[in-house]
């Protein structure tokens, strides 16, 4: 400790001796800066001291009756050179604003980092400020510029799927990667999606409908959406060859086809018919009924599912099919056994009328052999209706049509029935 003491500081007058000592006292305290581990006593302002209770030792200078650090005995005292500093605990600088960053660099006032509020940090560049990132979001006034990237390592990825994300496989398209593997990709053409998959749109539960093209196609084409929504009970179909799609009228077949027999089931899935003693039977096969679940309950098919019905003397049969109002075109056929002269009509149970009727068919004189009465044309309903086939027969008159009587042959139903429909699509011209 190299430091003088309050009584030879300022020197007293003494013998030369002790005088010579008191000189050199004070020239060492000079010479080491007044070192030690504690203040020099008798220190006046703007004196420095060498703190070396302090590891390293600390360079200080007295301030009134403070003393202020200078820094540490260590290369520019422990500071940061001007040149590529190194520091190694916490840099505080200013917030700075918009006009004079925090930050910035020595030429440029107008380009550097300042912060706007206590959680965000805000960059300026050119004047303006280029991004900013806040507590919850990052907002960039600039574009920002990624790398390429693969569909195995995309630009835009995510911490714990780094193989899942966007980059751009191509110029012109962005491209979307899942689990190292491109899905998806948008470019000129549209939104195109890879390797057969489908594209998926979900219900607000957990449902949804899928397109998929078909995993053989041979050729490129296009399918175009009409410009316009279509009417009720339209279907979409091709109005050229160039993939334009069009609304028109449905076209289709619907058929039933019933076997009857009487007095019983033969055949498993028989249904008996309302109030009678034979039953219907389903054929299957393409040609069944779209939704017909032959119990009359759907909105296809009424009463016993059988479509043919004695008509009585009023016309008011029961077994019925439920048809779309348009233009169809209809085949029929009814198998009578043992019947004298039987005639079939399609009836109209909505509009309660007879809208066409088969030839009459007759058997021969002794009623003995079996009948089979059919028809076909072209029908227009204007309104949702119900249709069937109704008949009547006579067993009484040998020969002759006799229909006059009307007389429900309750031992001799009908054996076979069939009824065809075709809807058409058609123009109507002034």
Wanted: glycine residues 12%; proline residues 5%; negative net charge.
């Amino acid at each position: 400790m190299a430091q003088v003491g309050t009584s030879n500081y300022p020197i007293p007058n003494d013998t030369g001796a002790n005088f010579r000592a008191d000189v050199n006292e004070n020239l060492t305290d000079i010479y080491s800066t007044s070192s030690g581990s504690s203040a020099p006593p008798a220190a006046v302002a703007g004196q420095l001291w060498i703190d070396t209770s302090t590891t390293p030792d600390t360079l200080k200078c007295k301030e009134g009756s403070s003393w202020i650090t200078l820094g540490t005995i260590s290369t520019d005292l422990g500071h940061a050179s001007a040149a590529s500093p190194s520091f190694s605990g916490n840099v505080n600088v200013p917030a700075g604003t918009s006009s004079n960053p925090g930050i910035r660099l020595a030429s440029s006032s107008n380009s550097g980092i300042f912060w706007g509020s206590v959680n965000d940090i805000r960059i300026k560049a050119g004047g303006s400020e280029a991004m900013g990132f806040y507590g919850t979001y990052i907002n960039a006034s600039d574009p920002i510029r990624l790398p390429s990237g693969t569909q195995g390592a995309p630009s835009l990825t995510f911490s714990a799927d780094t193989d899942t994300g966007i980059y751009q496989g191509v110029p012109g398209a962005i491209s979307f990667s899942a689990q190292g593997t491109l899905r998806a990709y948008v470019n000129s053409y549209g939104l195109n999606i890879s390797n057969g998959l489908g594209l998926r749109l979900w219900d607000a539960t957990s449902n949804y409908v899928e397109l998929k093209s078909a995993s053989n196609v041979t050729t490129n084409y296009t399918l175009r959406l009409p410009p316009a929504v279509g009417s009720a009970d339209q279907v979409l179909k091709l109005s050229n060859t160039s993939g334009d799609l069009a609304w028109a009228s449905e076209i289709g077949i619907f058929t039933h086809f019933r076997k009857l027999s009487r007095n019983g089931a033969s055949s498993p899935g028989a249904t008996q018919v309302s109030g009678a003693t034979w039953y219907a039977y389903p054929m299957s096969g393409p040609e069944h009924l779209v939704g017909d679940d032959m119990t009359g309950a759907d909105a296809d098919v009424y009463s016993s599912d059988c479509l043919i019905g004695f008509d009585g003397d009023n016309g008011a049969g029961t077994d019925r099919i439920r048809l779309a109002s348009g233009a169809y075109y209809v085949e029929w056929g009814v198998t009578f056994a043992k019947c004298g002269s039987v005639m079939v009509n399609v009836f109209d149970y909505t509009a309660n009328e007879h809208i066409m009727s088969s030839e009459p068919g007759e058997a021969d004189a002794n009623v003995n052999s079996n009948i089979m009465v059919k028809g076909s044309g072209y029908i227009k309903l204007s309104a949702d209706s119900d249709l069937g086939l109704v008949y009547r027969c006579d067993t009484a008159v040998s020969g002759g049509l006799g229909m006059g009587n009307s007389i429900y042959a309750t031992g001799l139903p009908p054996q076979w029935a069939y009824f065809k429909l075709w809807k058409l699509s058609y123009t109507s011209h002034a």
